[in-house]
Structure formats: structure tokens, C-alpha cells
């Protein structure tokens, strides 16, 4: 029995058209499994990827509520149940006009291993909606949040599925959500992650997918006797994971030269302060604003329309969303100087891009590894909600901190190729390996 990847993605392509990003999600990862499947029978002889290609269940729903005019709007609403092998259902939702089907799966895909990579008994899963929340009134998002949980709360429960935020789903909408999930189901428990610090949740989760991938880059640059501190670096997005990034960079001493929003990009020739920052956590999540106002702010250049790949430096963090660095930005990121590239945001860089990354020796870190410490701090929370108490910042920053760096040694294990360490075929061995054992442990089901 031999596997050729490429002809099982021909299939997966037939069986699932109109779903590009999710047929873009499984090649990079069946692409890079194929010499490991071929080496081993076992798996083959259990059909673990014909079997893990299918999500377990996917629920899609209508989602009706009432604007502020008293006009009735409807969004679809939906949760991929990618695998639940080696723990409950654990992923994001997502809220933006752009979620569909296609989005979802490659989003709860990746989550099966990238949470397989953490350790913890975490199962894959995403979910979200179309839905938009730029613009909308605290109500109107409460409303919607009420709705969509309103048949979503059918499906989820602390051991069955844990939803958490991803883009759009932030503090404010966790809150929401929760307090109708409790309302519905009489039940205070640790259904969601991401929750306030006074009623369940944890310290650092804000912090940890930023702050994880800072620390999964700190990782990369000891083992070629190199640091953070003194580079310069770029980022996009101005959300959770580009904040928090960006703080964690500062404080390495690392000059953070831009981010960025749907509508551009600001440029900080000079490097983000620590006020600089403090200005853009509450322009982005209390005013709700657009990034522009931060470099009106502070005279800082603003490139309209743009993204951040077109400025020198040595380092670049993409932290907005998928596929958001081309083959042309890649090209344009190694002409001026990146040597490093460590994705914040769920595939952020295309197919394209990836290979002239590899071409290039660029160190690269996929998202399943470099972003794993959101949800591996989600998976610190239901510890923590179970065990009803609550670690000190310390005590979580300290558990992302080993979470990372074993993250980092599992992948070189997998990916090492003479001198070089390939992190993107690491991250998917180690991750596939974990699930994949226990799917034959628990038979076919
Ligand atoms: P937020 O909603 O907090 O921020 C998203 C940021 O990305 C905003 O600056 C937004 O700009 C920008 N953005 C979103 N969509 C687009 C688009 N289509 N084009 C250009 N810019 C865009 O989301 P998060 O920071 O939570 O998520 C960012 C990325 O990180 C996503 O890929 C997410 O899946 C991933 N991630 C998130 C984790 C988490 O814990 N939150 C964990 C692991 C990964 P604007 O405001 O203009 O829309
Ligand atoms: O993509 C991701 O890993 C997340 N959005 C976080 C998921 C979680 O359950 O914390």
C-alpha cells in the first residue's frame, strides 16, 4: 500500500468543491505527511486520513435578531466537530462577513493538530459566523450574541465542545455569550474560554497567543544562537494576537515598526512605545476605531490601503488573517531583509508564499505551532474551572512559557533535516501522530 498525496487530494477537491481555503488547509498538511505515512503502514491500513479529512459533525443554523432600526436581520450561524480523539471539541468562533463553510474548516483542520501539538486533551473544533461587528452597537452585537447561542448551546458543554474568541470574537462577545449559554442552561460552567477574570477566566489567556508566539520565536532564534532583542520587526493586524505580540516584543527589546487593520498600515520608523501601544488597545477594543487615528495621533506615516510587507526589517509577525502575505509580498519581505517569519494568524501566508519561504531558508513557523498558546492557555482555564480556583499571571505565564518551548522541541524532533530544522513538516508529524494513535486506539468510530 503506497500513499500519493497528491492523488488524495484530487479526491478531497471532488468530494468538497467550492471550499478553497479548506483544500488549500489539507495540501500543505497531506503534502507534508506523505514520506512518514509511507514509512509506517499502519496508518494507512486504518484509513486515519481518510477519516480525518472528515469532520465528526458540522451544524449550520439560522441566526435571526433585531437591529436598532427594530429591522430583522439573519446570519448563518455554524460548529465544524473536527475530532474529538484526544479530548472535547476545542476551537475558536469566528465573527466576519467573509465566514463560511470553507473558512470553518480549515480553521477547526488546523486546530486538530495545532491543539494535538500543545499536549492537553484538546479535540478540534471552530466555528462562528457571518456576521458582522464593525459598526454595530454594543445591543445589536448582544442581541445577535444571544441568538447564536441560542441553538448553539444544544451542542456544547465543558466535556463536549468549548468554543472560545478567534477574529471578531473578543471579551465583550464571550460576555455575551456566556451569560446566555448560563441563562439557558442554569448552568455556571466552564463552557466557553476567554471569560472575564472575575467570573471564570484566566489570567494570561488575553495575553497568550501574542505573547506564545513571541516566545515560540525566542525558541527558533536560540537554536541558531540568535535573539529577538535588537530586531526590527513588522506585524499586521491591530486585534488580540498583533497587541499582545507586539507588547511581548517591546518588552524583549525588540523595535516594532508597524500594524495594521483592514485599512492600512501604520509605519513607526522609530519603533511602537509602550504608550504608543496602550493607545491602540484602547483605540481597537474599547472606541472601536481604525488604526489611522494612531498615526494621526502620533505623526506617524500611514499607508493607506496597504499591508506592512513592503517595509525593511528582519522579522515579520502576520496577525491579521489568512492568506494576507502572497508569493509577491514574500519575495518582496526576503529583497529587504526578513529572515524570520512566525505566523500569529491562521494561515497567513499562501501556498506560494510557503514555498519561497522554504526556498529561501527563511526560519518559518506555521500557525498550528507559533499561535498555539491561546488555545493552550484555553486549555489552562478548564484545568483551572474544574479544578474551581484560579492560577496567579505568573504562574500561567510561566506554564505558556514550558507549553512553547516543548511545542518547539516536539517539532524539531519531527523536522529536522540536516542542518535545518523544517517546521512546517515537524508541526504536522508531531501533531497528526498524537490523534493518530488514538484514533486506532479507539477503533473506528
Ligand atoms: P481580532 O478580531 O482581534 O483582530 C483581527 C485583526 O486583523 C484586526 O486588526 C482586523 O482589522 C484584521 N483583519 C481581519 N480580517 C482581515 C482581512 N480580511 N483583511 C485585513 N485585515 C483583517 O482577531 P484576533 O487577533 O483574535 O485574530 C487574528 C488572527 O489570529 C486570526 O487569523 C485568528 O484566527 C488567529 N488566532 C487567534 C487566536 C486568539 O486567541 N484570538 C489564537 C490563534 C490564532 P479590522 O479591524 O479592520 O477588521
Ligand atoms: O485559532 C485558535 O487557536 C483560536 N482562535 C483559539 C482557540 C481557543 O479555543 O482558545
Given at each position: 500500500m503506497k500513499f500519493n498525496a497528491k492523488k488524495f487530494i484530487e479526491n478531497v477537491k471532488q468530494k468538497n468543491p467550492n471550499e478553497p481555503e479548506f483544500i488549500q488547509a489539507a495540501l500543505e498538511i497531506v503534502l507534508s505527511l506523505e514520506d512518514f505515512l509511507n514509512a509506517d503502514p499502519i496508518y494507512l491500513e486504518h484509513k486515519i486520513l481518510e477519516r480525518i479529512i472528515e469532520p465528526e459533525r458540522t451544524i449550520i443554523f439560522r441566526v435571526p435578531w433585531v437591529d436598532d432600526k427594530g429591522e430583522t436581520q439573519v446570519n448563518r450561524g455554524f460548529r465544524v466537530q473536527y475530532n474529538s480523539a484526544i479530548g472535547p471539541y476545542k476551537g475558536g468562533l469566528r465573527f466576519h462577513p467573509t465566514v463560511n463553510l470553507s473558512i470553518l474548516k480549515f480553521l477547526g483542520f488546523e486546530q486538530i493538530f495545532k491543539n494535538s501539538l500543545t499536549g492537553l486533551p484538546l479535540g478540534g473544533g471552530k466555528g462562528g459566523s457571518?456576521?458582522?461587528?464593525?459598526?454595530?452597537?454594543d445591543a445589536e452585537v448582544m442581541r445577535f450574541a444571544q441568538s447564536f447561542m441560542s441553538e448553539l448551546y444544544k451542542y456544547i458543554?465543558?466535556?463536549?465542545d468549548v468554543p472560545a474568541g478567534d477574529i471578531g470574537v473578543g471579551a465583550r462577545e464571550i460576555g455575551f455569550l456566556y451569560g446566555q449559554y448560563k441563562k439557558l442552561t442554569n448552568d455556571f460552567s466552564g463552557?466557553?474560554?476567554?471569560?472575564g477574570l472575575a467570573w471564570g477566566g484566566s489570567n494570561i489567556r488575553s495575553e497568550a497567543t501574542g505573547y506564545g508566539a513571541v516566545y515560540f520565536a525566542e525558541e527558533m532564534l536560540k537554536n541558531t544562537?540568535?535573539?529577538?532583542?535588537?530586531k526590527s520587526i513588522l506585524i499586521s493586524g491591530s486585534g488580540n494576537v498583533a497587541q499582545f505580540a507586539a507588547e511581548k516584543a517591546i518588552h524583549l527589546g525588540?523595535?516594532?515598526l508597524s500594524m495594521s487593520d483592514s485599512s492600512g498600515t501604520i509605519y513607526d520608523k522609530d519603533g511602537l512605545t509602550p504608550e504608543k501601544l496602550d493607545f491602540i488597545k484602547t483605540l481597537k477594543n474599547?472606541?472601536?476605531?481604525?488604526?489611522?487615528e494612531a498615526a494621526d495621533e502620533y505623526g506617524l506615516e500611514f499607508l493607506a490601503?496597504?499591508?506592512?510587507?513592503?517595509l525593511k526589517a528582519d522579522a515579520a509577525f502576520p496577525?491579521?488573517?489568512?492568506?494576507?502575505?502572497s508569493g509577491e509580498d514574500a519575495k518582496l519581505l526576503i529583497q529587504n531583509g526578513v529572515k524570520l517569519v512566525v505566523e500569529?494568524?491562521?494561515?497567513?501566508?499562501?501556498l506560494e508564499a510557503i514555498e519561497i519561504f522554504q526556498n529561501n531558508k527563511i526560519l518559518f513557523a506555521p500557525g498550528k505551532a507559533a499561535n498555539a498558546g491561546g488555545v493552550a492557555v484555553s486549555g489552562l482555564e478548564m484545568s483551572q474551572n474544574s479544578l474551581r480556583l484560579s492560577w496567579t499571571r505568573e504562574e500561567v505565564d510561566e506554564k505558556l512559557k514550558i507549553l512553547m518551548k516543548e511545542i518547539h522541541n516536539k517539532i524539531v524532533e519531527h523536522g529536522k533535516k540536516d542542518n535545518h530544522i523544517d517546521y512546517i513538516r515537524g508541526a504536522n508529524i508531531a501533531g497528526f501522530k498524537r490523534v493518530a494513535d488514538s484514533m486506532i486506539a479507539q477503533g473506528f468510530v
Amino acid at each position: 500500500m503506497k500513499f500519493n498525496a497528491k492523488k488524495f487530494i484530487e479526491n478531497v477537491k471532488q468530494k468538497n468543491p467550492n471550499e478553497p481555503e479548506f483544500i488549500q488547509a489539507a495540501l500543505e498538511i497531506v503534502l507534508s505527511l506523505e514520506d512518514f505515512l509511507n514509512a509506517d503502514p499502519i496508518y494507512l491500513e486504518h484509513k486515519i486520513l481518510e477519516r480525518i479529512i472528515e469532520p465528526e459533525r458540522t451544524i449550520i443554523f439560522r441566526v435571526p435578531w433585531v437591529d436598532d432600526k427594530g429591522e430583522t436581520q439573519v446570519n448563518r450561524g455554524f460548529r465544524v466537530q473536527y475530532n474529538s480523539a484526544i479530548g472535547p471539541y476545542k476551537g475558536g468562533l469566528r465573527f466576519h462577513p467573509t465566514v463560511n463553510l470553507s473558512i470553518l474548516k480549515f480553521l477547526g483542520f488546523e486546530q486538530i493538530f495545532k491543539n494535538s501539538l500543545t499536549g492537553l486533551p484538546l479535540g478540534g473544533g471552530k466555528g462562528g459566523s457571518d456576521f458582522d461587528p464593525h459598526g454595530k452597537s454594543d445591543a445589536e452585537v448582544m442581541r445577535f450574541a444571544q441568538s447564536f447561542m441560542s441553538e448553539l448551546y444544544k451542542y456544547i458543554g465543558p466535556n463536549i465542545d468549548v468554543p472560545a474568541g478567534d477574529i471578531g470574537v473578543g471579551a465583550r462577545e464571550i460576555g455575551f455569550l456566556y451569560g446566555q449559554y448560563k441563562k439557558l442552561t442554569n448552568d455556571f460552567s466552564g463552557v466557553l474560554t476567554g471569560k472575564g477574570l472575575a467570573w471564570g477566566g484566566s489570567n494570561i489567556r488575553s495575553e497568550a497567543t501574542g505573547y506564545g508566539a513571541v516566545y515560540f520565536a525566542e525558541e527558533m532564534l536560540k537554536n541558531t544562537n540568535d535573539e529577538l532583542t535588537g530586531k526590527s520587526i513588522l506585524i499586521s493586524g491591530s486585534g488580540n494576537v498583533a497587541q499582545f505580540a507586539a507588547e511581548k516584543a517591546i518588552h524583549l527589546g525588540a523595535k516594532v515598526l508597524s500594524m495594521s487593520d483592514s485599512s492600512g498600515t501604520i509605519y513607526d520608523k522609530d519603533g511602537l512605545t509602550p504608550e504608543k501601544l496602550d493607545f491602540i488597545k484602547t483605540l481597537k477594543n474599547i472606541k472601536r476605531g481604525r488604526i489611522k487615528e494612531a498615526a494621526d495621533e502620533y505623526g506617524l506615516e500611514f499607508l493607506a490601503g496597504k499591508k506592512p510587507w513592503a517595509l525593511k526589517a528582519d522579522a515579520a509577525f502576520p496577525c491579521a488573517t489568512q492568506n494576507e502575505i502572497s508569493g509577491e509580498d514574500a519575495k518582496l519581505l526576503i529583497q529587504n531583509g526578513v529572515k524570520l517569519v512566525v505566523e500569529g494568524a491562521n494561515m497567513p501566508s499562501s501556498l506560494e508564499a510557503i514555498e519561497i519561504f522554504q526556498n529561501n531558508k527563511i526560519l518559518f513557523a506555521p500557525g498550528k505551532a507559533a499561535n498555539a498558546g491561546g488555545v493552550a492557555v484555553s486549555g489552562l482555564e478548564m484545568s483551572q474551572n474544574s479544578l474551581r480556583l484560579s492560577w496567579t499571571r505568573e504562574e500561567v505565564d510561566e506554564k505558556l512559557k514550558i507549553l512553547m518551548k516543548e511545542i518547539h522541541n516536539k517539532i524539531v524532533e519531527h523536522g529536522k533535516k540536516d542542518n535545518h530544522i523544517d517546521y512546517i513538516r515537524g508541526a504536522n508529524i508531531a501533531g497528526f501522530k498524537r490523534v493518530a494513535d488514538s484514533m486506532i486506539a479507539q477503533g473506528f468510530v
